[in-house]
């Protein structure tokens, strides 16, 4: 009998790699168990352009994102979505960024939220490449959506957003003063965090909660997401731990509790809101407030809240949204691996839950210096038969 040709032998090879593979992830050719998907998470839109991270949606269905400029080439920092495409909002021009007026433009942007009167609040971090602010660089704008205009401009004084601050995420209670209070975290990885309460009438902002040890990171926390322990893993030097903190926030339906969460952390807070906006109330007295409702199964990123009492996580080490229930059990409305690093959370009139999924952790600045993100970058939503919060006179 001939020898075989080599063709013939890298064939047989071949083949014999597929059957080996096969027969390693069957069982009797049977399919070896695997992690199950839950919950029916819809695609509303994809991005092949900068990540994006927060995302909100109006009372009449008007979808808004934003794309802060962490290292991609961002070209619009703010937009509307319009038929599925990024469009720059309120307009281009406030969009380009201005670095002798820091003031006059938009930096950075990490958060868009609608306030119970359908105004879009624009958070501006004033921090490129997580970089120290600038004076007029950190300010909350609001926008009125009936006419797409800026009405209000509230810029932070250095002794509110400090030089090492990032501010993350903002919510919203207008029954409060003249006309309402804002919330905002922050969720500095190198300095200290706290909340910022806004009267949103003067513009007068004032740091609460101050490095307590419920708005920071855990000591030595590691979080693993995508079965990998994540790190801080620049280009040279040592790995070191994530120390990002007070990050996601939400609002009990009463009105009564400000929920919030470290992302480096697995824990759930909450504080006193009543405490927590009045002024007269020392840092000692306000800290008696803070509960701490406990683990929560792994690291969130956004919190949100609808009318019904309960209160939605994402849940980054997973891959999955979770629902706190009024009892304080929690439950999974989605967990896909497709979910990579859901990141902030809006609830709609429409009776869904609206969520981006960006891949944070394949940044290069977390893998020694490769970008490991696969586009596009996703916008979810997910059925929750519960309306927002809307805390109004």
């Known amino acids: 009998m001939s020898n075989p040709s080599p063709r013939c032998g890298l064939a047989f090879v071949a083949l014999f790699a597929i059957l080996a593979a096969f027969a390693g992830n069957s069982a009797g050719g049977q399919m070896l168990p695997a992690e199950r998907p839950l919950g029916r998470p819809q695609v509303v839109a994809r991005f092949y352009g900068p990540m994006p991270t927060g995302v909100t949606v109006s009372q009449t269905g008007r979808i808004f994102v934003n794309f802060p400029r962490w290292g991609d080439k961002v070209d619009f920092t703010v937009a509307e979505l319009k038929n ?34 359908d105004r879009l609040w624009i958070l501006d971090t004033g921090s490129v490449k997580f970089g120290p602010t600038t004076p007029g660089g950190p300010k909350l704008f609001g926008v009125d959506l009936k006419t797409n205009r800026v009405i209000k401009k509230i810029f932070f004084p250095r002794d509110v957003a400090l030089p090492t601050s990032y501010l993350n995420d903002v919510r919203f ?3 409060r003063d003249r006309e309402g209070t804002a919330f905002i975290t922050d969720s500095s990885g190198t300095g200290p965090n706290a909340i910022i309460v806004v009267d949103l009438a003067s513009g007068r ?7 307590h040890p419920s708005t920071k990171a855990e000591p030595r926390f590691v979080p693993l997401v995508e079965g990998r322990p994540m790190y801080n893993r620049p280009t040279v030097g040592p ?7 007070a990050d996601g926030i939400a609002i009990s339906a009463d009105g009564e509790r400000l929920f919030y969460t470290p992302l480096a952390s697995r824990r759930l807070y909450s504080v006193l809101l009543d405490a927590l906006a009045d002024e007269r109330i020392q840092e000692d007295a306000l800290a008696q407030t803070v509960t ?24 980054y080490e997973h891959n999955a ?17 497709r ?10 009139n429409n009776g869904y839950l609206y969520f981006t999924a960006n891949q944070l952790h394949r940044q290069p600045n977390f893998n020694r210096g490769a970008d490991l993100r696969r586009k596009p970058y996703v916008l979810y939503r997910v059925r929750i038969n519960g309306g927002p919060v809307l805390l109004r006179r």
């Open 205 to 211: 902002a004032r740091r609460r909660l101050n490095d």
């Open 84 to 117: 599925g495409r990024a469009v720059p909002f309120p307009n281009a021009a406030l969009n380009r960024r201005r670095g002798d007026r820091p003031d006059a433009s938009l930096i950075s942007v990490q958060s868009v939220v609608v306030d119970p009167l």
């Open 321 to 337: 949204v979770l629902r706190r229930r009024v009892d304080g059990i929690y439950e999974t409305l989605v967990h896909d691996p």
């Open 239 to 245: 790995a070191t731990n994530v120390k990002i903190g």
């Open 292 to 315: 701490d409702h406990g683990d929560k199964g792994g690291g969130s990123d956004g919190l949100e809240s609808d009318r019904q009492g309960r209160i939605y996580l994402t849940s």
């Open 173 to 175: 209670d207008l029954r």
């Open 339 to 348: 979910i990579l690093w859901p990141d902030t959370l809006s609830v709609a």
